[in-house]
C-alpha cells in the first residue's frame, strides 16, 4: 500500500429513499442486511401501490432508491477495496 493512502470506507445505509414509480413520493425503508426486499407498498395514502421489482432488477432498493443494497454494495466494495462497515 501506498503510504498516505486514505482507507476508503463504503458504508451500508441504515435506511433509503425509495421513490414510488407510481405517485414519485419518497418513503422511507429500513435496510436489512441479508434480506433483499422485493415488495414494498407505497405509503402515500392516495397511492398505496404495491411497488415490485422490474425483472431486470435486483432488488427494491437497487431499483428505487439512489443506493444500492447490502448485498451489491459488498459486491462493489470487494471490486473496489473499500472497506465495508
Ligand atoms: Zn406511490
Ligand atoms: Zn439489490
Known amino acids: 500500500m501506498k503510504m498516505g493512502a486514505k482507507k476508503r470506507i463504503l458504508k451500508i445505509p441504515k435506511r433509503v429513499s425509495i421513490k414510488c414509480p407510481f405517485c414519485s413520493k419518497s418513503n422511507r425503508l429500513e435496510v436489512i ?3 433483499l426486499i422485493n415488495s414494498f407498498e407505497c405509503k402515500n395514502k392516495s397511492c398505496k401501490q404495491l411497488i415490485k421489482t422490474p425483472i431486470t432488477q ?3 432498493i437497487c431499483a428505487f432508491s439512489k443506493t444500492k443494497c447490502p448485498y451489491n454494495l459488498k459486491v462493489q ?5 473499500l472497506e465495508l462497515r
Open 33 to 35: 442486511e441479508d434480506q
Open 77 to 81: 466494495a470487494k471490486a473496489k477495496g
Open 58 to 60: 435486483c432488488c427494491i
